[in-house]
């Protein structure tokens, strides 16, 4: 077996430095192009890719680079891989049993009457994954030879790349029971049964040129998953014990990332594989096990969450401490792979030079990695000039202009402005809106058309005046406003056709950030956001949404909801400083809003929504960890409505939130009415929010829009009549999962008349006077 190379990353974006897997896997579902076209331009994409790892200095025949593409999710790659297909996919299946890229996407979309697999937050991070769907029934089997194909494919242009699989034991901790699977079930049980098809998946990965394999295993340093720390290093120690005693198989590195593997580094360090790979970033340094003689340690110091520059030198002391523990060898890594980052921040011609300084993106992270690969092969002075260019470009960092603003820090807070008045003054005080019984409204965002997008550029580029631009936005809102009275809805948005991201569009507004022109990461799927980078102290200098709001409620003398992103959310979907706590951050975010909130209710504006679709997304892994989180969290909310009137119905919309884990919070948080969703998991929320005792306005979302199925009038009354069964009807919303932005106008138009209807047929059945 060939030794481990002394630099490496744990992946790369795969989205394309222009979105380009983006556009062909959309051209691919519109129709515009076969698969042919998507096969060709996907292959082009990892092609270029591997050369240009190999240009920034990782080796094209050492297995420095990784193969880490995907079309959608790594873990459905696993899944289809391993042949885990919930049973209503079944019939997609070829004659030879394996699932090609058709059946691949209709399993991650759905498609008419067959719900896709539900989707969720991996880890702590802003991407989303597949959840797959295990029972006893489950019958596993190689299903696909993609990733093995494309190790192929990489020997074929003189490359031995690094396979990167989901490992067996975070892909089944990582899954829900099926539909058939009896009550309790637990997805880990069936870890034998599963373990063949990877020693089988990993002898065909050798046959094609792999010498290393990385099995990607980030369960193991979660606290926040279903099994317990106990149970998932049994699991893997089981695991590693037979993938590990196959006798055809690449040497097997470990990758556990995104935080401390805990006594779970001494199981991995007694485990027979060649390679572990530990996160130095968001974990400390192991302590010394036995079983490390022989193997490689790659360590994780190259932060693959966040775009800083960082302190190289440090990064350089923890791969020399890491050397002390008895390793064979060790070698530098990033903490995670980098399809948390954008590509190339030398591709921002916007940004002010000096910030550019501060910065590294995947191309530059590569780079960090192999300058401290050299200083492991040679030493420290071999890497001193790139150490000192690092350390003065951190040290210009926390002296610069704006990056401490006395006005913001001056401000002081104190315990009332945390809070409102207790929430049943406040329901008392909102039957003044004079809302019906399961009151029917959206989440915010109607689709961004291509026309909307176009006219945004050409505005940007300069090529159309600021008020034909401000008119088109005007007509725009016009239309939904329009749209959403006939359609009957009770509480209106305005659509939001004047922001491009409900973040960037905050960060545009705000003191403190700046943003990207192609800092674009993948989110899910096709989809990928701009994350706005928030380098210094956060103020608001103008309002930033009255105006927009206010005419939209000038046109309904239905109440328009005022839209704002939650600071919590601002700081998930952004790059944001790591020179202070993020409570701190947080709360300056906070106050901006807070100022906002009063000027939106002095235009009129009754209800507004501050969205926090990423309060799970930062809960830390550990629950030691999880208690502050939650404090600072709840509190930047709750600085952020605590001085909205009694009068003023203040509603906040949750994502992938997994309720039951978070519930305490979500309460905390105080908000009138809470949204969330809840309809690809088939209303499933609704147990844990009656068994909480939950008795605030909830949502739970009815409509999946992550799929561009039209959920029928039927569907979404089973949904409403579950909700109507355990929660009081007094409680209830009727609303989408999320935003209607990815959506089209016909699909979204006709989802909301089924729900509509669905709402009408559920009120008169539980007689309610409407």
Request: hydrophobic fraction near 45%; include cysteine.
């Amino acid at each position: 077996m060939t030794g481990f190379p002394e630099g490496t990353i744990l992946g790369y974006p795969r989205i394309g430095r222009r979105r380009e897997l983006k556009k062909a896997v959309e051209a691919f579902w519109s129709g515009r192009i076969d698969e042919q076209e998507l096969e060709a331009t996907a292959a082009e994409l990892r092609a270029t890719t591997r050369e240009r790892l190999a240009a920034l200095g990782l080796g094209r025949t050492d297995s420095a680079i990784p193969e880490s593409f995907s079309y959608y999710d790594q873990v459905l790659d696993a899944a289809v891989a391993v042949g885990a297909i919930p049973a209503r996919f079944e019939d997609l299946r070829s004659e030879d049993g394996t699932v090609g890229l058709p059946a691949y996407f209709t399993i991650a979309r759905g498609e008419g009457d067959r719900a896709p697999l539900e989707m969720t937050k991996w880890f702590d991070s802003n991407y989303h994954y597949l959840v797959p769907e295990i029972g006893p029934e489950t019958v596993f089997s190689l299903s696909s030879d993609r990733l093995v194909r494309e190790v192929a494919e990489g020997v074929a242009a003189g490359f031995v790349t690094r396979p990167v699989v989901v490992g067996p034991v975070t892909l089944l901790a990582l899954a829900k029971a099926s539909d058939d699977a009896p009550e309790r079930f637990d997805p880990l049980s069936r870890l034998d049964d599963l373990l063949p098809v990877y020693a089988e998946l990993l002898a065909r990965l050798k046959d094609a040129g792999a010498e290393w394999v990385q099995l990607d295993e980030p369960a193991l340093v979660s606290e926040s998953l279903p099994a317990s720390t106990s149970e998932l290093s049994d699991a893997a120690a089981r695991a590693l014990a037979v993938l590990g005693g196959a006798d055809a198989r690449p040497s097997i590195l470990v990758a556990a990332p995104y935080a401390d593997l805990g006594d779970t580094f001494a199981v991995l360090a007694a485990a027979p594989v060649e390679a572990i790979a530990v996160d130095l970033v968001r974990g400390g340094l192991p302590a010394a096990a036995s079983g490390l003689e022989g193997k490689t340690l790659v360590g994780g110091v190259i932060d693959g969450h966040n775009i800083w520059r960082g302190d190289l030198d440090a990064a350089f002391e923890r791969l020399e401490a890491l050397r002390g523990l008895g390793a064979a060898s060790v070698a530098a890594s990033t903490s995670t792979s980098l399809l948390h980052v954008p590509h190339d921040v030398d591709d921002e011609s916007a940004l002010d030079p000096r910030l550019v300084s501060w910065l590294a993106f995947a191309d530059q992270k590569v780079g960090q990695v192999v300058t401290l690969a050299r200083g492991l092969s040679y030493d420290r002075s071999s890497i001193a000039g790139e150490l000192a260019a690092a350390t003065e470009a951190l040290q210009d960092r926390l002296s610069a202009p704006g990056v401490r603003d006395g006005a913001v820090r001056a401000r002081v807070l104190g315990d009332a402005d945390f809070s409102r008045v207790p929430y049943e003054e406040r329901e008392e005080a909102q039957e003044a809106l004079g809302l019906p019984a399961l009151p029917l409204t959206t989440i915010g965002s109607f689709p961004q058309t291509g026309d909307i997008r176009r006219a945004r550029a050409r505005f940007t580029r300069g090529e159309i005046p600021a008020e034909d631009y401000e008119e088109f936005l005007r007509r725009e809102v016009a239309s939904v406003v329009a749209l959403q009275e006939d359609l009957g809805l009770d509480v209106l948005v305005h659509g939001e056709p004047e922001r491009n991201d409900m973040v960037q569009y905050f960060a545009e507004h705000l003191d403190g950030f700046d943003v990207t022109e192609h800092g674009w990461v993948q989110s899910y799927g096709s989809r990928a956001t701009r994350p706005s980078i928030l380098w210094g102290d956060v103020s608001r200098p103008a309002p930033i949404t009255v105006e927009w709001s206010a005419y939209a409620q000038s046109l309904t003398a239905k109440h328009m909801k005022g839209m704002l992103t939650g600071p919590v959310t601002i700081l998930a979907w952004s790059f944001v400083r790591d020179d202070q706590p993020l409570g701190e951050t947080a709360n300056q975010v906070a106050l901006a809003l807070r100022d906002e909130i009063a000027d939106l209710e002095a235009a009129g504006i009754a209800i507004i929504q501050v969205d926090e679709p990423a309060l799970r997304e930062l809960l830390p892994l550990k629950k030691a960890d999880q208690a502050a989180y939650l404090q600072w969290s709840v509190d930047s909310f709750r600085l952020a409505t605590g001085g909205a009137a009694a009068g003023t119905q203040v509603h906040t919309h949750l994502c992938y939130s997994e309720f039951g884990v978070v519930i305490d919070a979500i309460r905390a948080l105080d908000a009138d009415v809470t949204s969330i969703e809840a309809a690809r998991s088939r209303m499933e929320v609704v147990t844990d929010i009656a068994a909480a005792g939950f008795d605030h306005g909830i949502g739970p979302g009815v409509y999946d829009i992550h799929s561009p199925r039209v959920p029928g009038v039927d569907e979404v009354e089973a949904l409403l009549r579950r909700a109507v069964d355990e929660i009081p009807t007094r409680q209830l919303w009727v609303n989408p999962d999320c935003g209607l932005k990815t959506r089209g106008y016909d699909e979204t138009a006709a989802s909301l008349r089924n729900i509509v209807e669905a709402t009408r047929r559920v009120r008169e059945d539980v007689s309610v006077a409407v």
